[in-house]
């Protein structure tokens, strides 16, 4: 059992209150601002597709990988209340470190932190690569990430959530662990779920390890996998990030 494939029947339970339309409202004026009016939209770790369908609302033309294959269908779901066309919207299983589609677009998006994600050794200019190749020239990369100077002054703590369903309890606890010398926050995760229409208990223990950046790396990285960075701010804000903002994107620009 594991969070990526069985979180999928609960995960939405967790966020159901997150501004999904207005994230990606602001990401869409952050790209067009910039000139990303192209509408050929790439979305790295597209998860349910809660921001797809309302980039799809705004005009893009958005296509979503995601390496969970339930995540997908439930993206698939939501798409099809929607629209059915697949010109529209489509998804595909890949993995941000490794995918290649055989084709470019005119912005790549990657939200909720997934490239924080990439917290491995070479993971996150790996995945930077796959979207530099993904892009035509000139075209953008947005993506969020954990701040690096407020995970340090903040520093994460212990927290419990419990959310429910018709179907489904799930407490959920989260204990961090931080390893500064590498600039990651492992985050122990403690789900006990229950399922009330069979009364079936589980429990899904994982830990995933989140790399936080700091104001030199983005610039550092970008340009390393082909990129100019245009602007690093908090999310959600036309503001320079500081120790209050844990989340800040990055917008960037493919070199010719």
């Known amino acids: 059992m594991t969070v ?12 159901e209150e997150k501004d999904y ?13 910039e000139g990303g009016e192209g509408r050929r939209m790439l979305e790295i ?4 597709g809660a921001h797809a ?28 209340e929607v629209s059915e066309d697949p010109a529209i919207a489509s998804f595909q299983l890949g993995d941000a470190r490794n995918f290649d589609l055989g084709r470019k677009f005119d912005a790549v998006i990657s939200l909720f932190h997934v490239m924080s994600y990439q917290a491995g050794p070479g993971e996150l200019q790996a995945a930077m690569t796959r979207a530099r190749q993904h892009l035509d020239q000139g075209g953008l990369f947005l993506f969020d990430f954990w701040y690096g100077p407020a995970v340090l002054a903040q520093k994460p703590e212990r927290r419990e959530r419990v959310v429910e369903s018709a ?17 990651v926050v492992d985050v122990h995760y403690d789900f006990e779920v229950t399922d009330k229409m069979t009364g079936t208990r589980g429990r899904v223990e994982e830990v995933h390890p989140m790399r936080y950046l700091m104001p030199n790396d983005v610039g550092e990285i970008g340009r390393d996998t082909g990129f ?28 010719e």
Not at 21 to 33: H, W, Y
Not at 45 to 48: D, E, H, V, W, Y
Not at 167 to 183: K, S
Not at 228 to 246: F, G, I, V
């Open 4 to 15: 990526f494939e069985d979180y999928a029947e609960w995960y939405d339970l967790f966020y």
């Open 21 to 33: 339309r207005g994230e990606a409202a602001f990401v869409s004026n952050v790209l067009c601002t």
């Open 45 to 48: 770790g597209c998860g349910t």
């Open 53 to 80: 369908c309302w980039f799809v609302d705004a005009g893009w033309r958005v296509f979503g990988i995601d390496r969970s294959p339930r995540m997908l269908t439930r993206a698939r779901e939501r798409l099809s």
């Open 167 to 183: 179907r489904f309890h799930v407490r959920r606890t989260a204990t961090p662990t931080v390893r500064e010398d590498q600039q």
């Open 228 to 255: 100019k960075c245009l602007a690093l701010r908090a999310w959600m804000s036309e503001h320079q990030p500081d120790e209050n903002n844990w989340s800040a994107f990055a917008l960037l620009r493919a070199n």
